[in-house]
Structure formats: structure tokens, C-alpha cells
């Protein structure tokens, strides 16, 4: 059953934020989002009469594609993908994460490259396209804000946590007093 929350989103993205217009191509790009939410935005670029083209990216595939690119691959990539894109008149971009440091151990030589053979890209997304970019929430941005994804915010507020002994502890590893709150 699709969550109603999502629609609402959905159409908040094509109606205000990208304006979708009949027959405009929007691309929506989802990394590491829930398919439903994917779904909620094809159904929004139809009902405002777009046309919806779909990519999906997953990080853990992304950084085996990243481990060894070369110019060569990255050539191609852009290559394709800004053909891609002059094409759109839209761009909506939906950005989870199931873990935050999944390109940690991508060589930095390797990223600086991927960043300076897609930049073209880039700027014909941000120069010449309606685009809104979102961050989708996950557990492992919620642990990269310091909150634990399951307890309530005013929990994770917290500024001291309790010792052992009972004494406050100011600045201690959130981490520590959620484990310890149960």
C-alpha cells in the first residue's frame, strides 16, 4: 500500500518545485530511496501530462564502478549521460544513503577524476534544466547526526548523559547513552 506521504511529496517536487508542464522530460534520479517513492514521482510527472525517464543508483555499486574507472569509462559515462540530459527539461533527484562512508575507500585520485569527467554534466543539470535536489533520511544519516533513528528526538538533545556512578558526563558518545537508556 503506498504511503500517502509520499505522494504528497511527490507532487509538491513536480508541481511547485519543478513546475512539470505537459510533455516536458523530466529525469528522476533515486539513490538509494524507496521504490515507492520512485513510483510516487512517475505517477506525479504523468499526471502533470511530463514524460518521466528513471535512473536508480545504489552506492555499493557506484563505488565498485569507481574503484577502477579510468578516463576512458568516465569519457563514455559522460558522454552518454549528457546527451541524456540535454534532452530534459526537468531533473528530480531523491539522495539516501545506506552508509555514509560507502565511498570511503574509493582512491581520492579516483574521485577527483569522476568529479572533473561529470562536471558537464552538472552544469547542464544546474544551468539548464528546472531541477530540486532531496535528501532522502535514512538510519545511517540519522547515526551521522549523532541521533539514534528509533528515539525520540528530545532523547538524542541530550547534552550530558550519566556515568556509572551518576555523574553527568557532558559531551559523552551519543551512541553510548542510547545503549545505556535501555
Not at 2 to 29: G, N, P
Not at 116 to 135: C, G, M, N, Y
Request: aromatic content about 4%; glycine content about 2%; proline content about 5%.
Amino acid at each position: 500500500m503506498q504511503d500517502a506521504r509520499f505522494d504528497k511529496l511527490a507532487s509538491l517536487l513536480v508541481d511547485y518545485s519543478t513546475d512539470l508542464k505537459r510533455d516536458e522530460k523530466v529525469l528522476i534520479e533515486c539513490f538509494d530511496a524507496p521504490d515507492e517513492m520512485t513510483i510516487a514521482l512517475i505517477r506525479a510527472a504523468r499526471k502533470a501530462k511530463a514524460i518521466p525517464f528513471v535512473q536508480l543508483q545504489q552506492a555499493r555499486v557506484t563505488r565498485e564502478l569507481a574503484l577502477e574507472i579510468d578516463a576512458r569509462a568516465l569519457n563514455l559515462t559522460a558522454a552518454h549521460e549528457l546527451a541524456r540530459m540535454k534532452k530534459m527539461d526537468a531533473y528530480i533527484a531523491i539522495r539516501g544513503s545506506n552508509n555514509i562512508s560507502e565511498l570511503a575507500d574509493v582512491p581520492i585520485d579516483k574521485m577527483k577524476l569522476v568529479a572533473k569527467k561529470l562536471r558537464p554534466l552538472q552544469d547542464q543539470r544546474v544551468q539548464k534544466t528546472k531541477w530540486v535536489v532531496l535528501r532522502w533520511p535514512t538510519p545511517a544519516m540519522a547515526q551521522l547526526a549523532g541521533m539514534h533513528p528509533r528515539l525520540p528526538q528530545a532523547a538524542t538533545r541530550d547534552e550530558s548523559a550519566q556515568s556509572a556512578d551518576g555523574e553527568n558526563q557532558p559531551g559523552a558518545d551519543q551512541r553510548a547513552r542510547h545503549r545505556s537508556a535501555f
